[in-house]
């Protein structure tokens, strides 16, 4: 890869969300709500790895976590993205090699990320990847609470 010298990835934590306050349009879906990402960095089962060139975020994965009754516990890569003008120069690999490593010491499984069959940037990165396999037939179904209550017991 061509990653460049004066990017850093590190895992953020609590205390930490004053760093999301300088972030490259394109990294994130949405604009970072302070509140929301001092609450998220606070939690013991979330990961934040960001990539930054200096002060400036320009890539990021979150990730979280979980275990089961019967398995062990695996992490699940939320969601990764790198700012338009620094893709293609390893980023996004750096970024996901940290997370894995993560996931390592923190003694879990392995970890997994979905994406849609049409994504071809984040298909491309899983793809480079060693050891990750994919992509499976997958469906996915999601219910908005703002549009839906919730199913009620009977």
Same mark, same amino acid.
């Given at each position: 890869f061509d990653m460049d010298d004066d990017i850093k990835i590190e895992r953020l934590g609590a205390g930490d969300e004053r760093r999301l306050a300088n972030v490259a349009a394109g990294v994130f879906d949405n604009e970072v709500v302070p509140r929301l990402a001092k609450r998220y960095l606070q939690g013991a089962h979330n990961v934040l790895v960001v990539a930054l060139a200096g002060d400036?975020?320009?890539? !990021? +994965?979150?990730? *979280? !976590? /979980? *275990?089961h009754p019967d398995k062990e516990q695996e992490l699940w890569v939320n969601e990764v993205g790198?700012?338009?003008?620094?893709r293609r120069r390893g980023i996004g690999q750096e970024i996901m090699a940290t997370i894995a490593q993560i996931a390592l010491r923190e003694s879990c499984r392995g970890c997994w990320v979905l994406t849609e069959p049409d994504n071809a940037p984040a298909n491309a990165l899983y793809r480079s990847l060693a #050891?990750?396999?994919? &992509? #499976?037939?997958? +469906?996915? /179904?999601?219910?908005?609470f703002k549009t839906k &209550? =919730? =199913?009620t017991r009977r």
């Open positions: 400036l975020v320009v890539g !990021f +994965a979150s990730g *979280l !976590f /979980y *275990l790198v700012a338009t003008a620094y #050891d990750w396999t994919g &992509p #499976d037939e997958q +469906a996915m /179904y999601s219910i908005s &209550p =919730p =199913p």
